[in-house]
């Protein structure tokens, strides 16, 4: 059974910081991108961003210089560390895997609040 448990989302100031982690289990095949999405209440879900397994890394324009993505191959865990948060990005983050022959896997979502 696919299993994707992420964690670290909570609530913080405006300039705060959080690290979120998503563990992934079960997945028969090789992990090869694993990402972070995001989704605030009556938008669409958008990549925050991506990272492949050789660490080749991607940003949403809104996420550069502050976010910063990373995995441990290892362990099968992606990370996002989140530094100077701002309210607008206040939403729920979902861990996003792909295997190698391109199956797609979401964790539950984490609940990442930015108070002003």
């Known amino acids: 059974q696919v299993q994707l448990v992420e964690s670290g989302g909570g609530l913080v100031q405006a300039g705060g910081s959080l690290r979120l982690s998503c563990a992934a289990s079960?997945?028969?095949?090789?992990?090869?991108?694993m990402g972070w999405y995001r989704q605030a209440p009556g938008k669409q879900r958008d990549l925050v961003a991506s990272?492949?397994?050789?660490?080749?890394?991607n940003y949403a324009d809104f996420v550069k210089g502050r976010f910063t993505i990373s995995r441990s191959n290892a362990k099968n865990t992606v990370y996002l560390q989140m530094n100077d948060l701002k309210p607008e990005d206040t939403a729920i983050y979902y861990c996003?895997?792909?295997?190698?022959?391109?199956?797609?896997?979401w964790g539950q979502g984490a609940q990442v609040t930015v108070s002003s």
């Open positions: 079960g997945i028969m095949f090789s992990i090869n991108t």
């Open positions: 990272i492949t397994r050789d660490d080749s890394t």
């Open positions: 996003n895997v792909r295997d190698v022959f391109r199956r797609e896997y």
